[in-house]
């Protein structure tokens, strides 16, 4: 079964890595890092990856992923990735994203009818595009899984492999990887954190923010 | 303040992009993936990273960080790197590590008369280097902070950043990367997983276990 992964300019490293993780894991997935080229793809911090294969190149997916980060709003206008979503999407088993990467399938009308998650900062933006929007952390509708912000990614994958290959072996796949986690704070969702650094949170990202849900209504603009 | 992460072949690739996560969204933080040479470095799935150093061209670190994986049990006897992580240790403000990565920095005793900790499947190994054994997800003694198995450097990395920034910037950044876990299975450790399911890990792992445990024994033979 090959796992297609997005991998695009300013990408959350995380949320593809841990996917990646628990995807490595069993062996009858087939895992193609797929970008515009073969080129180092750097993340939104400096991480330096490298392709698999290009949009060209890349083999029909059985699961289809795609990570969010800052760099996702480069993509939600750029025709050559969203016809290339369009194409791998007909013929996959499985559609699947973490993090805004569900505003990305949503440009591509991926999402159009589905329930589907979010980060917590963007979930406002899924129903511009007639999606559903979730507050819950793995968002399972008929074949479309999403996962919530970054960190979520480990979980939608633990939870996709449990579907595909059985409880017995997510489970022991989940203890070699000892995610038994413990934050170190209460907090890690806006529905825990409190108010006041929930607000200090949006306060930060605000500018930011603000493109990125401009960018989001003239997509869904497009998509009419 | 420079963050120097070792990256090495066959590193297991969360270890290191869990916490590197984490530090890259402290703008204090330099990171600095540091290898023998500017090649891509392959993890134990196949993905490949770009280091940004060489052993010869890194700059002190004040946080030296060691990541686990297949590929440790090269570097136990490799006098190239343990030189190269004694060097760092000597002039770092923290030695840490995440996973099997412990048993690189014990093999360069740098751990010894330490309480650490390890992979759950190799903690017992730690004691051959005159290394404390504790069974817990991360660990701090002096200016050692040492986390379990791979999953657990996201809550090593935050540890540690509270310690360096406070407490509230680092729970905002655990809003941030949304990191309110949900494990689909109990049984992420050893102590949860019950003992069918340990020892079903146990066995699938011996081979490899057993070769990671003669490799620690003879590099604690060196180091006495």
């Known amino acids: ?22 995807f490595s894991r069993f062996p009858e997935l087939k895992l193609h890092l797929v970008s515009k080229t073969l080129e180092p793809v750097i993340d939104g911090s400096g991480l330096r990856l490298l392709p698999t294969a290009t949009y060209a190149t890349a083999p029909q997916a059985s699961i289809l992923f795609v990570p969010g980060g800052p760099g996702q709003i480069d993509l939600m206008a750029d025709d050559e990735t969203l016809d290339f979503l369009r194409l791998q999407a007909a013929g ?3 559609v699947t994203s973490v993090c805004t990467g569900s505003l990305i399938l949503a440009a591509a009308g991926l999402l159009t009818g589905y329930r589907a998650t979010c980060h917590w900062l963007s979930l406002n933006q899924l129903p511009y595009f007639g999606v559903i929007p979730v507050e819950e952390r793995v968002v399972e509708d008929r074949n ?7 960190t979520s990614g480990i979980d939608f994958a633990l939870t996709l492999c449990a579907r595909l290959f059985g409880d017995e072996r997510a489970k022991r796949t989940q ?27 949006r306060e930060l990202t605000r500018p930011f923010q603000e493109k990125r849900e401009l960018v989001a209504l003239a997509a869904a603009e497009r998509l009419k």
């Not at 479309?144 to 970054?150: E, H, L, N, P, S």
């Not at 934050?183 to 929930?198: M, Q, R, W």
């Open 175 to 201: 203890l070699f990887m000892e995610y038994d986690p413990q934050p170190p704070f209460v907090g890690g969702s806006p529905k825990s954190a409190g108010t006041e650094i929930v607000e200090a949170a």
């Open 1 to 22: 079964m090959n796992v297609t992964m997005l991998l695009y300019p300013r990408l959350t490293q995380l949320d593809l890595t841990g996917p990646f993780e628990v």
């Open 144 to 150: 479309r899984i999403t996962g919530a912000g970054v």
């Open 92 to 94: 996959a088993t499985y």
